[in-house]
């Protein structure tokens, strides 16, 4: 049976056909002369003319003959030729699921120019189909499942911006979602800072206005109080008092430079009213309260000038220095002139 197939199959030998009618050149071909069953392939019209021809190639629909399936097409192209010539195309995928040597009949295509108008027809062209010699003896087997090849750096390459703009706007989309969940705006304005001097000097001004311990509110007196003494020396002075104790703070204010004696009294009297007021249920009198806050304003007036007095003898030092260096540069050239 093989071998009439080999010997049709050479009796219908699928070429080219080709006609020169009026210098126009046509044919027929399949890619391959042998293909297994389910396989698909090419066919292909072709028409070469001069330019301007009107080619009509012929419109098949769901098979061409029997047993062989159209899959797509036609596929229509136009190329021209290093020799100035066109060349026309219609290429149709086709398929076959069944033995045998089919022939693809002549077939007409249509050329239409300035002075001719030809139905041409193609030759013949045959193809075998085959298919795997299956032995029986050796029983049946399962499917053989595909292999997990692993993933190149080229296959993930054209993914990877994607992957980075999905990372980004889930970044953007939590960062959002954060900001919504804790009530704040989504974009905030640079706060003006304010100088530590400004900040407590404003605290005891709105302290003196609210009149608390007049109103028989000493605790929340003398809490604002200590806490407005408390965060200028941690700002100013670099005091950690908001974490400290009152004898922890007391011991800070000794060692430190800008604060004298008279001053650590003050707020050593300061911190003790507060602590018992807060912890003792301590009740001062009228003047003592107003004296306490007295003391809070001298205090922070005091160590805020002997600050500003440190800061301008370090530039006075430092321009000193500067000018110091300027004439011994000075000096040195006018030895090096003479």
Same mark, same amino acid.
């Given at each position: 049976?093989?071998?009439? %197939?080999? $010997?049709?199959?050479? #009796? ?13 050149? !046509? ?6 002369? !042998? ?10 019209? @072709? @028409? ?11 419109? *098949?629909?769901?098979? @061409? ?22 060349? %026309?195309?219609?290429? %149709?995928?086709?398929?076959? #699921? ?33 298919? !795997?010699?299956?032995? *029986? ?21 054209? #993914?990877?911006?994607?992957?980075? *703009? ?20 989504? #974009? ?23 009149? =608390? ?16 003494? +408390? =965060? %200028? $020396? /941690? ?25 004298? /004696?008279?001053? +650590? ?27 306490? =806050? ?45």
């Amino acid at each position: 049976m093989k071998f009439k %197939y080999i $010997l049709l199959f050479f #009796f219908l030998l699928p070429f080219a056909g080709t006609l020169d009618a009026q210098n126009v050149e !046509y044919g027929v071909m399949v890619d391959t002369n !042998y293909m297994l069953v389910g396989d698909q392939q090419y066919l292909t019209f @072709v @028409v070469r003319g001069e330019p301007g021809l009107n080619i009509r190639f012929p419109q *098949l629909k769901d098979s @061409v003959v029997s047993g062989v399936e159209i899959i797509s097409g036609p596929l229509r192209d136009s190329l021209r030729d290093a020799d100035g010539r066109w060349r %026309y195309e219609a290429k %149709y995928v086709i398929t076959a #699921f069944d033995t045998g040597v089919y022939v693809i009949p002549p077939m007409p295509i249509t050329v239409e120019g300035e002075e001719y108008n030809n139905v041409l027809r193609t030759d013949p062209v045959a193809f075998v189909v085959n298919t !795997y010699q299956v032995d *029986l003896q050796q029983g049946y087997h399962d499917i053989v499942m595909p292999y997990d090849a692993p993933w190149i750096l080229a296959e993930i390459l054209p #993914f990877l911006p994607w992957i980075l *703009l999905g990372l980004a706007i889930l970044g953007i989309a939590w960062w959002l979602w954060q900001r919504y969940r804790k009530n704040k705006p989504l #974009f905030e304005s640079k706060k003006e800072e304010i100088p530590p001097y400004v900040v407590a000097i404003r605290s005891l001004d709105e302290i003196k206005e609210n009149k =608390l311990w007049q109103a028989g509110r000493e605790k929340e007196y003398y809490t604002r109080l200590t806490d407005t003494v +408390r =965060l %200028y $020396l /941690d700002n100013e002075l670099g005091i950690p008092a908001m974490e400290q104790t009152s004898g922890e703070t007391l011991q800070s204010l000794e060692q430190c430079p800008e604060v004298e /004696d008279r001053e +650590r009294e003050k707020m050593a009297n300061l911190l003790s009213t507060a602590d018992f007021v807060k912890f003792a249920k301590h009740t001062p009198l009228q003047s003592e309260n107003a004296y306490h =806050l007295d003391s809070a304003y001298d205090f922070i007036h005091t160590a805020h000038q002997r600050v500003l007095d440190e800061k301008a003898e370090e530039e006075r030092r430092r321009k000193e220095e500067e000018k110091a260096l300027a004439d011994a540069g000075t000096q040195e050239r006018d030895k090096d002139i003479h």
